[in-house]
T-cell receptor, first 112, second 114 residues
Framework: AQSVTQLGSHVSVSEGALVLLRCNYSSSVPPYLFWYVQYPNQGLQLLLKYTSAATLVKGINGFEAEFKKSETSFHLTKPSAHMSDAAEYFCAVSDKGFKTIFGAGTRLFVKA | EADIYQTPRYLVIGTGKKITLECSQTMGHDKMYWYQQDPGMELHLIHYSYGVNSTEKGDLSSESTVSRIRTEHFPLTLESARPSHTSQYLC?????????????FGPGTRLTVT
């Protein structure tokens, strides 16, 4: 069975500071992993995905994530936060079948 | 422009009413999904479809029904709305080609049942 755990329902950073959003997964098969972003009153938008190629994945808006099999982690980072990054972020895992399991989300606040 | 649409965006309706939430995509995707989203919770899959005339219930028990008569259209119907149905409903689609498991989401319908 697959599962996703996002550590921290809320994360607050100052503008220009490092963003780190944590995600740990459980999967019985090599997974596909995703990060999605949701802005207020919108649906989810794909930020980046890991598909068993390079372990460091670069996405849109300057975000990247590193797949660490030994730690079963797929943390999302951005070197310098911008006010426009304030949103909710969801980590997700797929077993390459039909279903995708989403985490509970982490709301990112960016302080001026 | 390829996209996925949901209507209405917001709906307030009384208990016992029948409602249909619309979802359409212009990307030609075979797979489509309905999720229920509540604040601070995981997205819960309530229905999915592999293609035309194929529908399945998801992990979360739901009193809603869906149909898939055309590839681009995947409406969700509640025969008798109740306050417990108050939630945000997200529609998504995904291509069938190998290695492409990401999903594309619509903007959502926020439903309030009074």
């Amino acid at each position: 069975a697959q599962s996703v755990t996002q550590l921290g329902s809320h994360v607050s950073v100052s503008e220009g500071a490092l963003v780190l959003l944590r995600c740990n997964y459980s999967s019985s098969v090599p997974p596909y992993l995703f990060w999605y972003v949701q802005y207020p009153n919108q649906g989810l938008q794909l930020l980046l995905k890991y598909t068993s190629a390079a372990t460091l994945v670069k996405g849109i808006n300057g975000f990247e994530a590193e797949f660490k099999k030994s730690e079963t982690s797929f943390h999302l980072t951005k070197p310098s936060a911008h006010m426009s990054d304030a949103a909710e972020y969801f980590c997700a895992v797929s077993d390459k079948g039909f279903k995708t399991i989403f985490g509970a989300g982490t709301r990112l606040f960016v302080k001026a | 422009e390829a996209d996925i649409y949901q209507t209405p965006r917001y709906l307030v309706i009384g208990t016992g009413k029948k409602i249909t939430l619309e979802c359409s995509q212009t990307m030609g995707h075979d797979k489509m999904y309905w999720y229920q989203q509540d604040p601070g919770m995981e997205l819960h899959l309530i229905h999915y479809s592999y293609g035309v005339n194929s529908t399945e219930k998801g992990d979360l028990s739901s009193e809603s029904t869906v149909s898939r008569i055309r590839t681009e259209h995947f409406p969700l119907t509640l025969e008798s709305a109740r306050p417990s149905h108050t939630s945000q409903y997200l529609c998504a689609s995904s291509p069938s080609n190998r290695g492409a498991y990401e999903q594309y989401f619509g903007p959502g319908t926020r439903l309030t049942v009074t």
